[in-house]
C-alpha cells in the first residue's frame, strides 16, 4: 500500500493546537521549543493560547500551522515510524508544501520556521490586513465560479486561486470583490459560500510582490535532498 502525507495550509488554524500533543510527548515539546527559539519569541503561546486574531496573523499562521505538523510527525517518528521507508510521498497546500519539505528533510525546522515567518510577513506586507478576502464556494461548477468572479471584480480583484475538486473552490482578492462574490454565489445556488479565517488573499496576483521576498531567501538558505536523514548518502548541498 502506497502512504502520502498531506500538510494543510491556512484556514485550519484553531487557537490550543497541538497543546496536549506538546504536553504529552517530549518529541513535539521540542519541535515548539525549536520554533521559538527560531523565530525569537515564544509563538508556542499564541498558538495554545491565543488571542485568535493573532494567531490568524499569516506571520504567525504560517509557522504554527508547520510547528505542529512537524510535531506529529516527530511524535510519529518517536513511537517507531521511518518516513523514508514507510511513507512514499509527502505534500502540502500551500503552506503545507513547506511542512512537507521540512518533514522530508529538505529544509531543517529551525530554517523552515524563518521561511514562513518571512513569507507571512511578505504576503501581509503585499495586501494590508482587512483589505483582502478568500472564500470557499461548494456546489457551483467551475466555470459558473468563473463568471461570476468575472461579474464581481467590478468591485475589486476577484480570481479563482484553488480548484480543490468534489465540487469546492476557493476565491481571492480584494475583499469588497469576494464579498460580492459570495453573494452572487449565494443567489446562484451555491451550497455554502463563506468567507475563510485568513489575512490577506492568497493565491492572487496581488501576491506578486511576495514573490521576490521569498525567491530572496530560499536562494540563501540551506537545502538538503529529501530523507537525507534517513541516507547516508545524501548531504546537504545549495
Not at 517530549?26 to 525569537?40: K, M
Request: one cysteine or more; hydrophobic letters at 45%; a negative charge.
Amino acid at each position: 500500500m502506497t502512504v502520502a502525507f498531506t500538510f494543510p495550509g491556512q484556514g485550519s488554524q484553531s487557537v490550543g493546537m497541538g497543546k496536549t500533543l506538546a504536553e504529552e510527548f517530549t518529541a513535539a515539546r521540542l519541535v515548539f521549543e525549536e520554533v521559538d527559539d527560531a523565530l525569537g519569541e515564544k509563538l508556542s503561546q499564541t498558538i495554545w493560547d491565543g488571542p485568535e486574531d493573532a494567531l490568524q496573523l499569516t506571520a504567525n499562521t504560517q509557522p504554527a500551522l508547520m510547528a505542529v505538523s512537524l510535531a506529529v510527525v516527530r511524535v510519529l517518528e518517536a513511537e517507531g515510524l521511518d518516513l523514508a521507508k514507510d511513507i512514499s510521498y509527502v505534500a502540502g497546500h500551500s503552506l503545507g508544501e513547506y511542512s512537507a519539505l521540512c518533514a522530508a528533510g529538505t529544509f531543517s525546522l529551525a530554517d523552515t520556521a524563518r521561511l514562513l515567518r518571512i513569507r507571512g510577513n511578505a504576503m501581509q506586507k503585499a495586501v494590508p490586513v482587512g483589505k483582502g478576502a478568500m472564500a470557499a464556494i461548494i456546489g457551483l461548477s467551475f466555470e459558473e465560479i468563473e463568471a461570476l468572479c468575472s461579474e464581481a471584480a467590478s468591485e475589486g480583484v476577484c480570481e479563482i486561486a484553488n480548484d480543490n475538486g468534489g465540487g469546492q473552490v476557493v476565491i481571492s482578492g480584494e475583499k469588497a470583490g469576494v464579498e460580492k462574490a459570495v453573494a452572487i454565489a449565494s443567489e446562484k445556488g451555491a451550497k455554502r459560500a463563506l468567507l475563510l479565517p485568513v489575512s490577506a488573499p492568497f493565491h492572487s496576483s496581488l501576491m506578486a510582490p511576495a514573490a521576490d521576498a521569498m525567491e530572496e531567501a530560499l536562494a540563501e538558505v540551506r537545502k538538503g535532498r529529501p530523507l537525507c536523514r534517513s541516507s547516508p548518502m545524501c548531504v546537504p548541498n545549495r
